[in-house]
């Protein structure tokens, strides 16, 4: 079992810069491929970015390459999502998944998902 929670989230301007947290639960977090997402309302859950059960491998959504970095500390059970130049149309809920897979298996499907967060919400506006 394996509970997630994000923080981080907050209302910034255009080309501004955050950083979510998705922080784990239980003994097995450093077993799990992590993913982001994200979700408007009216439209489906979409992958944001995703980091391999081992560190070593990272994914990005076409939209967000090179502004998001997401990256794992597993001494502190968190997964980091840096958001840099950020965009009117990054605003969404963000939630980090968890799913056990093999190492070097990357996250980016929703339906693949095991575990969820609650989703902390971005705003970019000026």
């Known amino acids: 079992q394996v509970q997630l929670e994000e923080s981080g989230g907050g209302s910034v301007k255009p080309g501004d810069s955050l950083r979510l947290s998705c922080t784990g639960s239980g003994d097995t977090f450093s077993q799990h491929a992590i993913g982001w997402f994200r979700q408007v309302p009216g439209r489906e859950r979409e992958f944001v970015a995703g980091?391999?059960?081992?560190?070593?491998?990272?994914s990005y959504a076409t939209f967000v390459e090179g502004r998001f970095t997401v990256s794992r500390e597993y001494s502190k059970s968190t997964v980091f999502l840096q958001m840099d130049s950020l965009k009117p149309e990054d605003t969404a809920v963000y939630y980090c998944?968890?799913?056990?897979?093999?190492?070097?298996?990357?996250?980016?499907?929703?339906?693949?998902?095991?575990?969820w967060g609650q989703g902390t919400q971005v705003t970019v506006s000026s």
């Open positions: 980091i391999s059960r081992g560190g070593t491998k990272s």
């Open positions: 998944a968890a799913a056990p897979v093999l190492p070097a298996k990357i996250l980016n499907k929703a339906e693949d998902a095991q575990y």
